[in-house]
């Protein structure tokens, strides 16, 4: 079983680390579709700079973008990334080897641990989007 798309059969190396298994490629970024395309590299390069650059004209202050990242960010980075990382290996953990997930699957507490996770990440995307909107509606 393979976790690379046909075309990169080639040019992927499949790394196996305990029971872990990560996918390298070995071709550098500059040989991806959107450096390979003039037209879209530049586009999409040029679209980000003007989002910013509209985005910091339109902004009153700094203390008003400030805000805006600190009301999102802060449920992000506390609540939203760990839990959806903690699933994330879960799954691939589980699914990594059957005498693994057999000897896993003994643990009493990890379906608890998995639907803590899951109400922890729900609740905080609703957090941080009343928070969002709190922050926007302060303006």
């Not at 985005?55 to 506390?78: E, R, T």
Request: some cysteine; aromatic content about 12%; hydrophobic content about 45%.
């Amino acid at each position: 079983e393979t976790f690379c798309p046909p075309r990169q059969r080639e040019e992927a190396m499949v790394v196996v680390i305990g029971e872990r298994t990560s996918l390298l490629r070995d071709e550098p970024i500059t040989q991806d579709e959107v450096f390979q395309n003039p037209y879209w590299h530049y586009g999409s390069t040029l679209f980000i700079v003007l989002a910013c650059f509209v985005g910091a004209v339109a902004a009153p202050g700094v203390a008003i973008v400030w805000s805006i990242c600190g009301s999102f960010l802060a449920f992000l980075i506390s609540f939203i990334l760990p839990s959806a990382c903690y699933l994330k290996i879960g799954d691939d953990g589980a699914t990594s080897s059957s005498s693994s997930s057999s000897s896993r699957s003994g643990c009493a507490g990890e379906w608890l641990w998995r639907w803590f996770s899951i109400v922890l990440l729900i609740g905080s995307v609703i957090g941080a989007v009343v928070c969002m909107r709190q922050t926007v509606m302060k303006l």
